[in-house]
């Protein structure tokens, strides 16, 4: 099993609905979770950090975390074309060293005008 | 915000040449780095962790001795590819954070590529 997993997609939304993207990972002991976003040929830029149980939104975007089901997501209201991109789950915790992260493969998103 | 550097963006070179590639932290300071590795189309693959004042520590599969790494100060880690060869063509990123369970800021990134 990967430490962190996502739907490689493409996940494919017309603009304006609302994009729902969705990542587990396995280490149960993990603390700190971030969504990234990489368009093509450019490198990850963060877009949201989550440490506790809910949701958390800034903006157009909310990231919902279930730690008893190792479930994180990321939800993008009103999606643009702008938001086509990959976007990257990663995950921190003990046993992956304080610092480091595991990314997920990424999901690509595709948002058609 | 944290703000992470990376110099070159872009260099060509031929085969069997050394480049490197520098990454800063600009408005904190790092006591570890990351350097990552992205070929077209794939995910992210963590190459090593730089540790300043140390060793580097390099993932399963890397080289040490082809992607020689320097982190001499708090702000400051280089990636050097040795004999580079066509293969080695890539993205390389850097990223680092100020603390543990604090987000990875990326550098722009160095697109590589070996003639």
């Known amino acids: 099993q990967k430490e962190v997993e996502q739907n490689s997609g493409p996940l494919s939304v017309p603009e304006g609905a609302i994009a729902s993207l969705n990542c587990t990972y396995s280490?149960?002991?993990?603390?700190?979770f971030f969504w990234y976003r990489q368009y093509s040929g450019k490198s990850p830029e963060l877009i949201m950090s989550?440490?506790?149980?809910g949701d958390k939104e800034d903006g157009r975007f909310t990231a919902q975390l279930n730690k008893a089901s190792q479930y994180v997501s990321l939800l993008i209201r009103d999606s643009q074309p702008s938001d086509s991109a990959t976007y990257l789950c990663?995950?921190?915790?003990?046993?992956?060293?304080?610092?480091?992260?595991?990314f997920g493969t990424g999901t690509r998103l595709l948002v058609s005008p | 915000g944290a703000v992470v550097s990376q110099h070159p963006s872009r260099v060509i070179c031929k085969s069997g040449t050394s480049v490197k590639i520098e990454c800063r932290s600009l408005?904190?300071?790092?006591?570890?780095m990351f350097w990552y590795r992205q070929f077209p189309k794939q995910s992210l693959m963590l190459m090593a962790t730089?540790?300043?004042?140390?060793?580097?520590?390099?993932e399963q599969g890397v080289e040490k001795d082809k992607f020689l790494i320097n982190h001499a100060s708090l702000t400051l880690s280089t990636l050097t590819v040795t004999s580079a060869h066509p293969e080695d063509s890539s993205f390389y990123i850097c990223?680092?954070?100020?603390?543990?369970?604090?987000?990875?800021?990326f550098g722009n990134g160095t697109r590589l590529t070996v003639t």
């Open positions: 990223s680092a954070n100020g603390q543990a369970n604090s987000p990875l800021h």
């Open positions: 280490d149960r002991v993990s603390q700190s």
């Open positions: 989550i440490y506790s149980n």
């Open positions: 990663a995950v921190n915790g003990v046993n992956t060293g304080f610092q480091k992260l595991v």
């Open positions: 408005d904190f300071q790092a006591t570890t």
């Open positions: 730089s540790n300043e004042g140390s060793k580097a520590t390099y």
